[in-house]
């Protein structure tokens, strides 16, 4: 009898099972920290109405690997042949009384009004981000509570209700919505990102108001159609499933540059970019933009309730316990 009972667990194993009910192969793959859908769900509920100047088509949005490659130093060049479909991508992530949706927007190239060689201000690759806070309150999508928007240097903070105070950050005025969409406007040539449109155009440029595209989620990415187009679609794209999966690919001639110690593991804060100034756009978890004394390279995307109770003040309980955080996770 023992040698029968030896046998059938021999051929359990061989036919690719083990006792316990899964094969280490399928533990490994339900413990990778997939997004829930309720949470992608969340982000398209609320993915942003993007107003972007433009000028030229420099300033449409489009995905990293519009040329059809992972490689930083080649973007600038191969603009005009890329392919300029809208891609938007984005982040949730939660814990026990808020979310955090995090939108990145990537352009091949940051320039200027003035010829490049000229105004030395250009630089290859561009992704500048924005994020809204949702509160708990038992309903399926919750409550938004402050947009955040990063400009170049600095990052802005909008209230959406009157639960959010400055904190570390002044209130740059009340976020605005279409319907339960946050509205951002971002600039041309520069791409930076405001929750209100005064300071779209620098008042010497002479384009107006109408030179922009509109942008909305779709669930296909479009080329718009010219300049201007009022309804382009985009598509959202996880950071997690793609940009973040590249997060080892460091160096000349790769995806990213610049490594920086976060908590002890090594990350690269930019994009790899040659032309022009080199190694200029950040990723969404290399931003130091406005972290003070109290945040470090990073917290504003990788540790989000932290920096966000560092850049506001809020009425009632902000938990810093993660449910859901993939980021922090794979670092552990």
């Not at 009910?21 to 993915?47: I, N, V």
């Not at 107006?208 to 382009?232: L, S």
């Not at 917290?299 to 938990?319: N, R, W």
Request: hydrophobic share 40%; glycine share 8%.
């Amino acid at each position: 009898m023992k040698n029968v009972v030896a046998f059938l667990v021999a051929l359990l194993v061989a036919s690719g099972f083990v006792l316990l009910g899964c094969s280490p192969r399928a533990q490994e793959q339900s413990a990778a920290p997939d997004m829930p859908a309720s949470l992608e769900a969340l982000a398209r509920h609320y993915a942003p109405v993007i107003i972007q100047a433009a000028a030229s088509d420099q300033d449409f949005i489009t995905a990293v690997n519009f040329d059809g490659d992972w490689v930083g130093s080649n973007n600038w060049e191969n603009q005009p042949a890329g392919d300029l479909s809208a891609h938007v991508y984005f982040s949730v992530i939660e814990t026990e009384t808020h979310w955090y949706l995090f939108y990145s927007l990537f352009h091949p190239r940051d320039y200027t009004y003035d010829p490049c060689a000229e105004s030395n201000g250009c630089h290859e690759n561009d992704l500048e981000s924005l994020e809204l806070v949702v509160a708990k309150d038992g309903s399926l999508y919750g409550h938004p509570i402050a947009l955040l928007t990063l400009a170049h240097s600095h990052i802005y903070l909008y209230p959406v209700d009157q639960t959010v105070k400055a904190g570390a950050l002044k209130m740059a005025g009340r976020a605005r919505l279409e319907g339960e969409h946050p509205v951002v406007w971002v600039q041309a040539f520069g791409h930076g990102i405001y929750g209100t449109p005064g300071i779209m155009w620098p008042a010497r440029l002479l384009y107006r108001v109408r030179d922009r595209v509109v942008y909305r989620v779709g669930e296909q990415a479009e080329v718009p159609a010219g300049i201007p187009d009022e309804d382009a679609r985009y598509q959202l794209v996880s950071i997690y499933e793609t940009l973040w999966q590249h997060r080892t690919e460091m160096g000349p001639g790769r995806l990213f540059d610049q490594p920086f110690n976060y908590h002890g593991h090594v990350l690269p804060a930019t994009l790899d970019g040659g032309n022009w100034q080199p190694d200029k756009a950040n990723t969404p978890w290399g931003y130091n933009q406005e972290i003070g004394e109290t945040l470090l390279r990073g917290d504003f995307f990788l540790d989000p309730a932290k920096a966000f109770s560092y850049f506001a003040t809020v009425e009632g309980y902000l938990s810093q316990r993660y449910l859901f955080n993939p980021y922090l996770a794979d670092l552990q």
